[in-house]
């Protein structure tokens, strides 16, 4: 699947545990042997599919990266999360359009009912572009019920082509921050997110901002959200594009991730939440929610997989979404 959130890549992709032996059977030691070999997370349920975690056509930094992020999610937040099978079926955690050239997997965590998390969904895309070369996309986002006001987490990073990548980070925010300063002064002034958004324009000089032609997707990030591109002129080599990745997206990407789940997931939002107040909450939420699958996914699915492929996989995401 593509972007929820951002059709800025629409627009690109477009325009281009002994008991004694005598006493049991050999059939129980040989079980007893096996149970003790097996690891208490091989006989749990695994959160995600194998096939997500492959990552087969990306950089290495990249699948470092994404690797690295999704293991933090897992660590801090696996008490929260329910195993992705219960929500994703396997023809869609794994997909491809009829060539192979175009392939994808999706991966949605369900949050349990003690917790504000919705879901958190994770995926990648490879697509073939018309000019005979691909772009590959990686994304996660997390999304908060309404039993809290704080933002919501997107992650997303787009190699366009060996030396040329957009990256989008932010915690998008549900209420309007200028009838709400409160909201505004807690999650983007009071935090670190304006100092590292600095810290890549300052250390990454190739990196530009990038604007999205949906003045709609402009209206939705916060002031402090990350949304660039990056040109790395090596020769055609990915040196440049892998050691940006590794030394500046990398650290960024795991302090905002880290700042969401300690203050957003965790400590929840800025009050206790009316219920008027989580009408409006739900409502915004589903707005974006379906802007994103009518402005993005709708039209681009099907041309990159097919509509029978598209109709399945939007299927399983507007199930997820409520919408």
Not at 212 to 228: A, C, D, Q
Request: hydrophobic residues 35%; charged residues 20%; glycine residues 6%.
């Amino acid at each position: 699947m593509t972007l929820l959130l951002c059709p800025h890549t629409h627009v690109y992709l477009n325009s281009f545990s002994a008991l004694p032996l005598k006493k049991i059977s050999t059939r129980k030691i040989r079980n007893s042997i096996r149970a003790l070999s097996t690891t208490p997370s091989e006989m749990e349920q695994p959160m995600r599919g194998q096939r997500l975690m492959e990552f087969p056509h990306l950089l290495a930094p990249h699948k470092d990266l994404m690797v690295g992020l999704i293991s933090a999610v897992d660590k801090r937040l696996h008490g929260h999360l329910l195993p992705s099978s219960a929500s994703v079926p396997p023809d869609a955690e794994y997909y491809q359009n009829q060539s192979g050239a175009s392939q994808g997997s999706l991966c949605i965590n369900r949050g349990v009912d003690s917790s504000h998390i919705d879901f958190i969904l994770t995926s990648w895309l490879h697509l073939s572009l018309p000019n005979g070369g691909a772009m590959d996309i990686t994304n996660i986002q997390g999304y908060l019920k309404s039993s809290t006001d704080a933002p919501h987490f997107q992650f997303e990073l787009v190699q366009c082509s060996p030396t040329y990548f957009i990256f989008f980070l932010d915690l998008i925010p549900r209420k309007d921050l200028v009838l709400h300063p409160d909201y505004l002064k807690t999650f983007y002034e009071d935090s670190r997110l304006e100092a590292l958004r600095k810290q890549l324009e300052t250390q990454v000089l190739e990196a530009k901002p990038y604007f999205s032609s949906s003045l709609y997707f402009r209206n939705v990030v916060s002031p402090t959200g990350i949304l660039v591109s990056i040109t790395c002129e090596d020769g055609g080599t990915t040196e440049g594009a892998e050691e940006i990745i590794r030394a500046n997206i990398e650290p960024i990407a795991n302090e905002v991730l880290e700042l969401w789940m300690d203050s957003c997931v965790c400590k929840g939002g800025t009050a206790t939440i009316e219920e008027d107040e989580r009408d409006q909450l739900e409502k915004r939420d589903r707005m974006i929610k379906s802007r994103a699958i009518e402005m993005d996914l709708s039209s681009s699915m099907p041309i990159q997989f097919g509509q029978d492929v598209a109709d399945r996989i939007l299927g399983v995401i507007r199930s997820v979404f409520r919408i």
